[in-house]
């Protein structure tokens, strides 16, 4: 009897631990994710049409996005924005209707405590999803591209830095300071409205100056035209000592399936 009643009993021991074991990890789990849940909401949210913008014209163009600690605030900003600043996408890495860049609202954003601007653009899509029933995937598609690659001795001054560095100026003429070539590419991509694929290999930061201007006046009658793009592949190519080559590469993009025109009541 006492050979039959031993394993009955280890069973029960090892189902009894077993079964500690799982409430424990079934309580962190809803404390984890419970916490997660409200980290990745709005506290409080408004959403509205945007006001009109006084004096029309390429005024009532412009967006601002204001990120705090701990709040956001957005003007005069299409859907399409709204989702790209959610995903921290450039332009050319979202795909959806062409009606996302119709409409133009207010939106005004605050947390419950101090958060991160990472924490911001999860709450940006929490509200998406809950206000503009917005429902997305990302997939891979081949684009016309350019690779910024290095070529030769590069013309920049290797400086200490960290981050991303910062720039002044404008996009035909700016100076890069302290600035990552993952930074530069990101610069010219928005410049030159199609993905720029940093393959330098250059992994410092550095002080350049970037001008383009000094090429559309110089140009004479009866040279070939030249648009923006071939511009900037001469001006890096001489003032950088860096190449831009045009190529097909697959980039990651994010496909809206569906979302709403208006959204939800406040």
Not at 32 to 44: E, L, N, R, W
Not at 231 to 260: C, T, W
Request: proline letters at 5%.
């Amino acid at each position: 009897m006492v050979e039959e009643s031993q394993p009955n009993l280890i069973s029960e021991q090892c189902m009894s631990r077993v079964i500690s074991i799982l409430s424990a990890v079934i309580f962190f789990n809803a404390a984890v994710f419970g916490q997660s849940k409200s980290a990745s909401v709005f506290d409080v949210v408004s959403v509205r049409p945007a006001q009109p913008v006084e004096g029309g014209g390429l005024a009532a163009l412009r967006e601002t996005i204001s990120p705090s600690h701990g709040s956001l605030t957005m003007r005069n900003v299409t859907l399409a924005s709204i989702i790209r600043w959610a995903y921290n996408l450039r332009p050319f890495e979202l795909s959806g209707p062409d009606w996302l860049t119709e409409k133009r609202f207010d939106i005004a954003g605050k947390a419950a405590e101090t958060t991160s601007e990472d924490q911001l653009r999860l709450m940006l899509r929490g509200m998406l999803s809950d206000r503009f029933k917005l429902a997305v995937h990302q997939q891979a598609k081949e684009l016309s591209s350019f690779v910024l690659t290095e070529r030769g001795a590069p013309k920049l001054k290797a400086v200490e830095g960290s981050g991303e560095g910062s720039m002044t100026g404008a996009a035909l003429s700016f100076e890069g300071h302290g600035m990552t070539m993952l930074r530069l590419a990101n610069i010219l991509s928005s410049g030159l409205k199609v993905p720029v694929i940093d393959q330098t290999g250059l992994d410092g930061h550095y002080d350049f100056k970037l001008d383009m201007r000094p090429y559309f006046t110089a140009r004479q009658p009866g040279d070939p035209p030249l648009d923006l793009m071939g511009i900037a592949v001469i001006a890096v190519q001489e003032q950088l000592g860096l190449k831009l080559e045009a190529r097909k590469m697959p980039i990651d993009i994010l496909v809206v399936d569906h979302a709403e025109r208006a959204p939800t009541e406040n």
